[in-house]
T-cell receptor, first 117, second 113 residues
Framework: GAVVSQHPSRVICKSGTSVKIECRSLDFQATTMFWYRQFPKQSLMLMAT?????????EQGVEKDKFLINHASLTLSTLTVTSAHPEDSSFYIC?????????????FGPGTRLTVL | GNSVTQMEGPVTLSEEAFLTINCTYT??????LFWYVQYPGEGLQLLLK?????DKGSNKGFEATYRKETTSFHLEKGSVQVSDSAVYFC????????????FGTGTSLTVIP
C-alpha cells in the first residue's frame, strides 16, 4: 500500500513552453501533497504544500505564478511549470500523506526529470 | 527551529562491512524521525522510522534508534551489500509545524564487491 506515482517520469521541452507533471496516490486518499525539487547531488527542497480543494502554500522564494499547483481531488495533484527555462531543469518529486500508513509519514513518487532546452 | 545534520559523504565500503551514517537533529517540538533511501534515478523510499524517544526503527537489516538525549538517529547496518548502494536521507517531521519534513543533505553510499 501507499503507492504514489508520477507522470511523466522524464520530459524534455523547449524554452518558453509549459510542462505539467501529475502526482497520484494510487491506493489511498492524499489529504496533503508536497512538491519538492532536487538538484544534482543535493537534498530535496520543499517548493509547496497543497491540501485538497484549497490553494497551495508556497515556500519562500518559490514563484507561485511560475510553478502552478492544483490539488483538485484526494488522489491527484499537478505541478505546471509555466514558460520553462533551462534553469528550471531539475528533478521534481512529489509526496503525499493521508489515509495510509502512520500519521505524518510521507510517501514519495518516483520523480520527474525535467530538461529544458 | 527544525533542522537535520547528516554525515557528509560519499562513503565507500567493501561488501559485508559495517555501516554507520550519523544524523543529528534540532527540533522545537516532538518530532518523528525517518531514514529514506534513493536509488539512482528514482524517488525516495521510506527505509525506517521512529516516532518517539528510545524507539528503534528497523528494515532490511538497517536500524536506527531515536536518542533524545543526544538528539541523534544514526543509521546502522551490520553487513552491507552491493545492492545497498544509494543515497540515504535522514529527515524529521514535526507535528508542531504541520508535519512538514526537514531533510538532511543526503549521504551517498557505494558498496564495492
Amino acid at each position: 500500500g501507499a503507492v504514489v506515482s508520477q507522470h511523466p517520469s522524464r520530459v524534455i521541452c523547449k524554452s518558453g513552453t509549459s510542462v505539467k507533471i501529475e502526482c497520484r496516490s494510487l491506493d489511498f486518499q492524499a489529504t496533503t501533497m508536497f512538491w519538492y525539487r532536487q538538484f544534482p547531488k543535493q537534498s530535496l527542497m520543499l517548493m509547496a504544500t497543497s491540501n485538497e480543494g484549497s490553494k497551495a502554500t508556497y515556500e519562500q522564494g518559490v514563484e507561485k505564478d511560475k510553478f502552478l499547483i492544483n490539488h483538485a481531488s484526494l488522489t491527484l495533484s499537478t505541478l505546471t511549470v509555466t514558460s520553462a527555462h533551462p534553469e528550471d531543469s531539475s528533478f521534481y518529486i512529489c509526496s503525499a500523506t493521508g489515509t495510509s500508513g502512520a500519521p505524518g509519514t510521507q510517501y514519495f513518487g518516483p520523480g520527474t526529470r525535467l530538461t529544458v532546452l | 527551529g527544525n533542522s537535520v545534520t547528516q554525515m557528509e559523504g560519499p562513503v565507500t565500503l567493501s561488501e559485508e562491512a559495517f555501516l554507520t551514517i550519523n544524523c543529528t537533529y534540532t527540533a522545537t517540538g516532538y518530532p518523528s524521525l525517518f531514514w529514506y533511501v534513493q536509488y539512482p534515478g528514482e524517488g525516495l523510499q521510506l527505509l525506517l522510522k521512529a516516532t518517539k524517544a528510545d524507539d528503534k526503527g528497523s528494515n532490511k537489516g538497517f536500524e536506527a534508534t531515536y536518542r533524545k538525549e543526544t538528539t541523534s538517529f544514526h543509521l546502522e547496518k551490520g553487513s552491507v551489500q552491493v545492492s545497498d548502494s544509494a543515497v540515504y536521507f535522514c529527515a524529521l517531521s514535526d507535528r508542531g509545524t504541520g508535519n512538514q519534513f526537514y531533510f538532511g543533505t543526503g549521504t551517498s553510499l557505494t558498496v564495492i564487491p
